[in-house]
């Protein structure tokens, strides 16, 4: 049936949903129908009596069931809408996605006591007045009618589930993968310990009628009804009750160990207790647990070497990231008389070092935006643009430079410096590389320019230098202040550079740093 309802709504479209009001008014008239034949078993009437109540009951159900129908279909509109393409896009996506899945809830909340009454109350005073019965029969019809009325609403409860199944899975394909859903429904609960009890009431009542000597009376039919329910509600319920927590027990179990997956623990698990479809269920959770605490210890050590902004991206996309062009800032840090350093110290200690430098350096880089896209040596390329485009990438480069030199000054001692070279430009990044091998490139000019500029800090004694290709990038240049250090030569490079040495930059710009003061 499910493939049946999805391959026409498919085909139909907007058109789909007259289907279930036909459903509805077909399924109405039988059990009509069927109400009347089993009341016939409690009183005795002519087939011209027979069908005249039959009638009446048919008017009396078709009046309620239009006046149902009218405010369904007025709930279902922007359904009928989405299905015809009118609302369909990402926006409207949610708000269509709760309103097909509150939709069965509120077809029956919001129709109120009117179609009960519409139904019974005209059929239970005729009866009671065409065949001369006492006065309380009025009260004897309404409320056996009234389990039918009931039963015919949770058929069309469930019905409507089921019927607008493929309408949620369409609108699904809009919503963001990381749509979490929500309780908007009857809980699974509450359909158990409601369904159940009236089924066993209906089949108490049928059984009960088609039962019946030729003697039977109309408060027999009470009688029945009386003892159907309170059966039902009594010594069923036991096993109802035992068949709810049976079900709902391991679901529980399982929406409880999915809340801890969201919030980030990675170690849920449920027992599996059960040799059926929700044993099942949860030795695959167990399995997809697994699977995702095996992805994210991966992902971390994949994030230990390379930085994390791109390991997210390989994630997303794959292993080979296409190369572009981007507008960037890059910044080579490196420490200054490391060489002497290391030729003095032994492997361990220089290594230690190292490591203290990198574990002080790369957060400040991230903190800013930014990322540390190579380890050359003692030093750093950090990339301010790529792979995340930044606006203010000249910014955010130009203060993590400040920053990380009043971080060294700070915790690694006043006997350690470092120099700093700065510049902008358009560069090409991607995954580069060969025999099973890659890394993220930033490639282009502006690389080797800002490792040059680097260099030139040795010679004019500055810790922060920057290019006139990141001067001109920046938006804050009154938090600034910028010396200049005229043309000067680069190796490599046929034309001078004009280079310009940050002094000083206000606290302001980074309310994080302790101090962001590039002394020269």
């Given at each position: 049936m499910p493939f049946s309802l999805g391959w026409l709504y498919r085909k139909l479209g907007r058109r789909y949903f007259p289907l279930f009001l036909v459903f509805e008014y077909v399924s109405g008239t039988v059990i009509t129908l069927?109400?009347?034949?089993?009341?016939?078993?409690?009183?005795?009437?002519?087939?011209?009596?027979?069908?005249?109540?039959a009638l009446l009951s048919l008017a009396c159900v078709?009046?309620?069931?239009?006046?149902?129908?009218?405010?369904?279909?007025?709930?279902?509109?922007?359904?009928?809408?989405?299905?015809?393409?009118?609302?369909?896009?990402?926006?409207?996506?949610?708000?269509?996605?709760?309103?097909?899945?509150?939709?069965?809830?509120?077809?029956?909340?919001?129709?109120?006591?009117?179609?009960f009454a519409i139904a019974n109350v005209p059929t239970a005073v005729y009866c009671t007045v065409a065949f001369d019965l006492p006065w309380y029969s009025v009260a004897i019809i309404f409320f056996a009618a009234l389990v039918a009325v009931i039963y015919a609403t949770m058929l069309h409860f469930f019905a409507a589930e089921i019927f607008l199944r493929p309408v949620i899975a369409d609108i699904a394909r809009e919503l963001p993968a990381d749509w979490p859903g929500h309780q908007m429904g009857v809980p699974l609960r509450w359909k158990l310990l409601g369904g159940l009890p009236l089924i066993n009431v209906i089949t108490g009542m049928v059984v009960?009628?088609?039962?019946?000597?030729?003697?039977?009376?109309?408060?027999?039919?009470?009688?029945?009804?009386?003892?159907?329910?309170?059966?039902?509600?009594?010594?069923?319920?036991?096993?109802?009750?035992?068949?709810?927590?049976?079900?709902?027990?391991?679901?529980?179990?399982?929406?409880?160990?999915?809340?801890?997956?969201?919030?980030?623990?990675?170690?849920?698990?449920?027992?599996?207790?059960?040799?059926?479809?929700?044993?099942?269920?949860?030795?695959?959770?167990?399995?997809?647990?697994?699977?995702?605490?095996?992805?994210?210890k991966l992902r971390q050590a994949f994030g230990s070497y390379v930085d994390s902004h791109v390991a997210e991206r390989v994630l997303a996309e794959g292993e080979m990231l296409e190369g572009r062009e981007v507008d960037v800032t890059v910044l080579f840090v490196d420490v200054r008389d490391f060489t002497p350093f290391a030729e003095r110290s032994s492997a361990q200690e220089t290594v230690a070092f190292l490591n203290r430098f990198f574990e002080l350096a790369v957060p400040i880089l991230h903190e800013h935006g930014g990322h540390a896209n190579k380890f050359v040596g003692d030093g750093i390329l950090g990339v301010f643009g790529a792979p995340e485009p930044l606006s203010d990438h000249a910014?955010?480069?130009?203060?993590?430079?400040?920053?990380?030199?009043?971080?060294?000054?700070?915790?690694?001692?006043?006997?350690?410096?470092?120099?700093?070279?700065?510049?902008?430009?358009?560069?090409?990044?991607?995954?580069?590389?060969?025999?099973?091998?890659?890394?993220?490139?930033?490639?282009?000019?502006?690389?080797?320019?800002?490792?040059?500029?680097?260099?030139?800090?040795?010679?004019?004694?500055?810790?922060?230098?920057?290019?006139?290709?990141?001067?001109?990038?920046?938006?804050?240049?009154?938090?600034?202040?910028?010396?200049?250090?005229?043309?000067?030569?680069?190796?490599?490079?046929?034309?001078?550079?004009?280079?310009?040495?940050?002094?000083?930059?206000?606290?302001?710009?980074?309310?994080?740093a302790d101090r962001l003061i590039a002394g020269g």
């Open positions: 069927a109400t009347v034949g089993l009341f016939s078993l409690y009183e005795d009437m002519s087939e011209r009596e027979l069908w005249r109540v078709t009046a309620a069931m239009t006046y149902y129908a009218a405010r369904v279909w007025r709930l279902a509109r922007p359904l009928i809408e989405w299905a015809g393409g009118s609302q369909r896009s990402p926006e409207e996506a949610p708000g269509a996605w709760r309103r097909a899945v509150g939709l069965p809830r509120q077809m029956v909340a919001t129709s109120g006591w009117w179609p009960s009628g088609l039962s019946t000597e030729a003697t039977a009376s109309l408060d027999d039919l009470g009688v029945d009804v009386i003892v159907a329910v309170l059966v039902a509600f009594t010594i069923s319920l036991e096993l109802t009750v035992l068949l709810s927590k049976s079900v709902l027990g391991p679901v529980d179990t399982l929406l409880r160990a999915t809340d801890r997956v969201k919030r980030g623990d990675l170690d849920a698990r449920v027992p599996v207790t059960s040799g059926d479809e929700l044993g099942a269920l949860a030795g695959s959770f167990n399995e997809m647990m697994e699977g995702l605490a095996e992805r994210e910014d955010r480069a130009l203060t993590a430079a400040c920053a990380i030199d009043a971080a060294v000054g700070e915790r690694l001692g006043e006997g350690v410096r470092i120099g700093v070279g700065i510049n902008s430009g358009t560069v090409v990044v991607g995954s580069v590389g060969g025999g099973g091998r890659l890394e993220f490139a930033v490639i282009g000019d502006p690389v080797n320019v800002a490792s040059r500029v680097e260099d030139q800090t040795r010679e004019t004694g500055d810790t922060v230098l920057i290019t006139e290709a990141t001067r001109l990038l920046l938006e804050r240049p009154g938090d600034l202040a910028l010396q200049e250090r005229g043309t000067l030569p680069l190796k490599g490079k046929t034309d001078p550079v004009a280079l310009y040495a940050a002094t000083s930059v206000d606290e302001r710009t980074t309310p994080s």
